[in-house]
């Protein structure tokens, strides 16, 4: 079983940052990928970032030069920077992770979600 317990949503005035953390545990080999898909009312889920066990990192494209994915492989953490965040930012953001058990099963996971509104 794969556990993943985000944390750093909030309430943020437009033009303000924020951080997102996802920590996952449990019995895991390896995390191939780690991403945030966020989730605002009435609309899909859809991707806003991701990011491989290397260094290749994807961003929506209403995401690019605003927000920033790295992720701690030690801490098996997930980060997402949130720069200059609009209204239309405003979502549930769920962390997402794909890997391998140390059972050498493959696993997906989500996380519950955390809250980000940016308002004034």
């Known amino acids: 079983q794969v556990q993943l317990v985000e944390s750093g949503g909030g309430l943020v005035q437009p033009g303000g940052s924020l951080r997102l953390s996802c920590a996952a545990s449990?019995?895991?080999?390896?995390?191939?990928?780690m991403g945030w898909y966020r989730q605002a009312p009435g609309k899909q889920r859809e991707v806003v970032a991701v990011?491989?066990?290397?260094?290749?990192?994807t961003y929506a494209d209403s995401v690019k030069g605003r927000f920033t994915i790295s992720r701690d492989n030690a801490k098996n953490t997930v980060y997402l920077q949130m720069n200059s965040l609009k209204p239309e930012d405003t979502a549930v953001y769920y962390c997402?992770?794909?890997?391998?058990?140390?059972?050498?099963?493959?696993?997906?996971?989500w996380g519950q979600g955390t809250q980000v509104t940016v308002s004034s």
């Open positions: 997402n992770a794909g890997g391998v058990l140390t059972s050498l099963r493959r696993f997906g996971a």
């Open positions: 449990g019995s895991i080999s390896s995390i191939n990928v």
């Open positions: 990011i491989t066990s290397g260094t290749g990192s």
